[in-house]
């Protein structure tokens, strides 16, 4: 019983850290393109932020809506994918 509660206590400890970090790391490079105007940056800030919201919403699905780990890691990797879509075309992109 105690090491179900350990392990969750530590998924959530990981996935508020997961949150914050991807939430700064959005944050900053959503500072970057409004200073710089680059398109590539803003890309980059949106690409992260799917992955973060991929994070939360994973979260938010298996422990407050109660549908089940395994729809919190569909969501979760679906959005994911498309944030790391999203970066590796901000990485490719030459347009200013």
Do not use: N, W
């Not at 350990?6 to 959503?30: C, D, E």
């Not at 992260?48 to 569909?74: E, I, N, P, S, W």
């Amino acid at each position: 019983m105690s090491y179900d509660i350990t392990v969750t206590t530590l998924i959530i400890g990981f996935k508020t850290l997961t949150l914050v970090l991807g939430g700064l790391i959005t944050y900053l490079a959503y500072r970057a393109y409004r200073r710089t105007h680059s398109r590539s940056l803003g890309a980059l800030a949106v690409g992260f932020g799917f992955v973060t919201l991929g994070t939360f919403l994973a979260g938010v699905v298996d422990q407050l809506l109660d549908a089940g780990f395994q729809t919190g890691l569909l969501i979760e990797s679906a959005l994911i994918a498309v944030g790391f879509l999203i970066i590796v075309y901000s990485l490719y992109t030459t347009r200013p």
